[in-house]
Structure formats: C-alpha cells, structure tokens
C-alpha cells in the first residue's frame, strides 16, 4: 500500500501569515497517463471534506487562488499565501493511483 | 448541480448488517466509478471501497474484504454498500464520493457498531 506522511500535524498561524503543509507519498504518483493522482483537501469543523487541489497544483472550482499546490513524484506541498478565519480545519493530503487509496493523518490548521 | 445523499446509518450490534445507500444526482451516473469512504470519530479519513463505471470491477479496503459489498443501481442512480459482521471499529461517518478526484462529497452517514 502507499503511505502518505503528512508534516506537521498540527499548525497554528496568524492571520494574513502564510502556511504550508508537506506530504510524502512512499512511491511515485505519476500514473502511464501522464497524469500525478494526487490531492489535498479540506474538512471543516462539522463538515465533509472538500477538494481544494487535484493534480498537484490544479484549483477546483471556487477555491481562492490564495491556496496553491505544488511537487512532484513523491514530495507535494500545499500553501496558503495568506491565511483566513475560514480556512481552519484539517487539510488532508491523498492518492488515487492505485487501490487502495490513501490519505495521510491529516494537518489541523488553527488561528492563533 | 451534483448532490450525493447518503442514509441508512443507525445503531447495530456486533454481528449485525446495514445497508447504505447513497442517491446521486446532477449528473451521468452510470459514467462515473463511485466509492465510499469512511471517518472514525475524531479520526481521519479512511477509503473503504469503489466500484466502476459499469459495476464489473469492485475493490475493498483490507479492513472491510470479505464483509463489506459494493454495488450499484444505474435505474435508480444509486450506490450501495452493504456492510456484514459489523464490528465496533466500523463505527464511523461513512461518505460517498466519486473517484479519482474525489470532487464531491455526501454530508455522510453515522454508523454505529455496539452493544
């Protein structure tokens, strides 16, 4: 199975600062398509998760373009330019290259 | 707009089964595999099972094989799991999403597994 190491797991910032979060695939997630399986995505306190990042860097609709993603192979990174009240949460990095599909522990993002 | 609506959670003893389902909407069903992924309280996100486009291929988290069956029901756009010899580490909100992106998400469904 590929692990996914999500660094940190914990994270409190000061709003307007900015925070980045690292995630660490065991194998590579570059598919024969040409195509890297790899996203990040949100959960808000009390909600479902939400696609923030497909494709390493790759917005999906509606996400503020204060989120960015990027890396390759094995190593991605998620950052927030600028932090926001809205944006706490548990940002949650995963692959779907292959079953099983697999996320990492997930980053708690919390206002200072 | 694409909606997925999950029910069929409750309270069952060990042993027991459920059934979930999940009722999609807004888009071409029958176009798009479909998976159920599942969250412990106060855990993280766990993929449970997916299923294909035409339902010909299944696949299963190790955890879940061999209890857990996925299926689908393209005249009535939804998707199934049914779930046998509940234990208590089933408990959990279970989601369904569409794979690979996993861009939608259900609001969920609380299973609980216990005495």
């Known amino acids: 199975d590929i692990v996914m190491t999500q660094t940190p797991l914990s994270l409190s910032v000061t709003p307007g600062q900015p925070a980045s979060i690292s995630c660490k695939s065991s194998?590579?997630?570059?598919?024969?398509?040409?195509?890297?399986?790899f996203y990040w995505y949100l959960q808000k306190p009390g909600q479902s998760p939400q696609l923030l990042i497909y494709?390493?860097?790759n917005r999906f609709s509606g996400v503020p373009d204060r989120f960015s993603g990027s890396g390759s192979g094995t190593d991605f990174t998620l950052k927030i330019s600028r932090v926001e009240a809205e944006d706490v949460g548990v940002y949650y990095c995963m692959q779907s290259i292959q079953p099983p599909w697999t996320f990492g522990q997930g980053t708690k993002v919390e206002i200072k | 707009e694409v909606q997925l609506l999950e029910s069929g959670g409750g309270l069952v003893q060990p042993g027991g089964s459920l059934r979930l389902s999940c009722a999609a909407s807004g888009f071409t069903f029958s176009s798009y595999a479909m998976s159920w992924v599942r969250q412990a309280p106060g855990k993280g996100l766990e993929w449970v099972s997916a299923i294909t486009e035409s339902g010909d291929r299944t696949y299963y988290a190790d955890s879940v094989k061999g209890r857990f069956t996925i299926s689908r029901d393209h005249s009535k756009n939804t998707l199934f799991l049914q779930m046998n010899s509940l234990r208590a580490e089933d408990t959990a909100v279970y989601y369904c999403?569409?794979?690979?992106?996993?861009?939608?998400w259900g609001q969920g469904t609380l299973v609980s597994v216990s005495s």
């Open positions: 999403a569409r794979p690979p992106d996993f861009d939608y």
């Open positions: 494709g390493i860097s």
């Open positions: 194998q590579s997630l570059l598919y024969s398509d040409g195509k890297t399986y």
